[in-house]
């Protein structure tokens, strides 16, 4: 009864290739979310989906293209992998968007560590 | 100022012990804070939030001093399994910002027996 998945949890590939990752929340939420997370531990914000719409788009190459099939799924897909997108790439959900001055707990799936040789 | 900035880490404190972290934030307009812990090699999860003056958890207490725009994560009686690094965050509060957390760069707390 995994609240956040993601598959899969290691990717390992050479530069040049095309690779995606997927993530499902059995949450019921409305708001999903990609982050980055470096090798110096920064947590950064890529993209947030909001019932399938796309609401933030970090400054993020354009290599990377989030697709939300619907509101439970939100994949990652990346072309041309260059060594500096290795990392660890969180999924997150939470139950709506922020929109007050009280905000929803980020729900964030297990991570997948890319690995770029 | 940065947006979120945490102590520099890492904390090596005995079991026990009483460690306290402070963040500080620049959007005076911030309304609302979390503390997230992380494990190595794990996912983020929410430790605290802090929506007023502060917030106590059991050994946990989270103070928020909005004049000096800083947030600060009290740990008291420290065990072992609070090793980890604390994340201090901050929401973006509009719509158009779309629920975007603002981490901070962490603070490693290790606690030796």
């Known amino acids: 009864d995994t609240a956040v998945s993601q598959t899969p949890k290691y990717l390992v590939t050479q530069m040049g290739n095309d690779k995606s990752i997927k993530c499902e929340q059995n949450l019921g939420h409305d708001t999903m979310y990609w982050y980055k997370q470096d090798s110096k531990k920064f947590l950064k914000i890529m993209f947030s989906?909001?019932?399938?719409?796309?609401?933030i788009n970090e400054t993020v190459p354009n290599r990377f293209s989030p697709k939300s099939p619907d509101k439970a799924h939100l994949n990652l897909h990346i072309n041309s992998l260059e060594l500096g997108d290795s990392a660890v790439y969180f999924c997150?959900?939470?139950?709506?968007?922020?929109?007050?001055?009280?905000?929803?707990?980020?729900?964030f799936g297990p991570g997948t560590r890319l690995t770029v040789l | 100022r940065k947006e979120v900035e945490q102590d520099p880490g890492p904390f090596n404190v005995p079991e026990g012990a009483t460690v306290a972290f402070n963040c500080t934030y620049s959007?005076?307009?911030?309304?609302?804070f979390f503390w997230y812990r992380q494990d190595c090699r794990k996912e983020p999860k929410l430790l605290m939030s802090v929506y007023s003056s502060g917030n106590e958890d059991g050994r946990f207490t989270a103070q928020l001093n909005r004049a000096s725009q800083y947030i600060s994560l009290l740990i008291r009686d420290s065990k072992l399994s609070d090793s980890a690094t604390y994340l201090c965050v901050v929401p973006l509060r509009f719509y158009n910002q779309g629920g975007k957390l603002i981490f901070g760069q962490g603070t490693e707390l290790s606690v030796k027996p």
């Open positions: 997150a959900s939470s139950p709506r968007l922020a929109g007050g001055p009280l905000y929803n707990e980020q729900f």
């Open positions: 989906y909001n019932n399938k719409e796309l609401i």
């Open positions: 959007n005076s307009a911030s309304q609302s």
